[in-house]
């Protein structure tokens, strides 16, 4: 089977999986699973990193959430293994796909990772900072994973903030170049809204919103 038929394969069933899923995945569906495999590509054709490896971990890079929300990637080991061998990858290839997966994830992730991780790493990124992202998509994370405005922006703020100190938010030029503005903006933002949610006027509005389901 050749590396076209295997993506095509795999594409086919995470169609089907995702649509079966989508009403509980309102942050990490099939709209984000698209943008980063569309993404990804770009940024692996910049490294000169495996193009085939780098869109199939892409594809099912996410798939934790479907077994669980508000998981880690290893969540998704088993299914992914799954819905690979059925695509016709190799138990070779599998593996391959399954390290990039995890030494792209936000918590693990530092400046010695492969090419192929660093290409899934910066599309995965660039959609948590999208200037849509905050305004269109927030609310949907903290519905989807179950949490609060304030364990998210300490989430955000924690895991993201050393990351940009140390110069690898970004890997590649072309997103370096492109969107660390965004970034920065981005980063910003949620550390002033850990800022604000101290001042207990706000708590107090946002228990109001909430109790009477405005939020
Ligand atoms: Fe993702």
């Not at 295997?6 to 942050?27: A, C, E, M, W």
């Not at 798939?63 to 299914?79: D, H, M, Q, T």
């Not at 918590?107 to 905050?134: C, M, Q, W, Y």
């Not at 990351?163 to 981005?186: P, R």
Request: glycine fraction near 4%; charged fraction near 25%; charge should be negative.
């Amino acid at each position: 089977m050749s590396e076209t038929e295997k993506i095509n394969q795999l594409r086919s069933q995470l169609v089907t999986l995702y649509q079966q899923h989508q009403d509980g995945l309102l942050f990490h569906g099939w709209h984000h699973i698209t943008f980063v495999t569309n993404k990804s590509i770009v940024f692996a054709k910049e490294l000169g990193a495996n193009e085939f490896l780098v869109q199939s971990a892409a594809l099912v890079h996410d798939l934790n959430y479907i077994v669980e929300s508000n998981s880690k990637p290893e969540a998704g080991k088993g299914l992914r293994e799954e819905i690979l061998s059925k695509a016709g990858y190799s138990s070779e290839e599998i593996e391959k796909i399954e390290k990039i997966i995890m030494d792209e994830c936000t918590t693990n992730r530092h400046g010695d990772i492969s090419l192929e991780s660093k290409a899934l790493s910066d599309a995965d990124t660039l959609f948590k900072a999208l200037p849509v992202t905050p305004i269109l998509f927030a609310s949907k994370y903290i519905e989807e994973n179950n949490v609060d405005v304030a364990k998210l922006a300490h989430k955000i703020c924690d895991e993201q903030t050393h990351l940009m100190e140390s110069g690898i938010y970004f890997y590649t030029d072309k997103a370096k170049q492109s969107y660390l503005k965004w970034a920065k903006v981005n980063l910003e933002l949620w550390s002033n809204v850990e800022e604000c949610l101290k001042d207990e006027d706000v708590r107090e509005m946002l228990e109001i919103a909430e109790s009477s389901e405005v939020i």
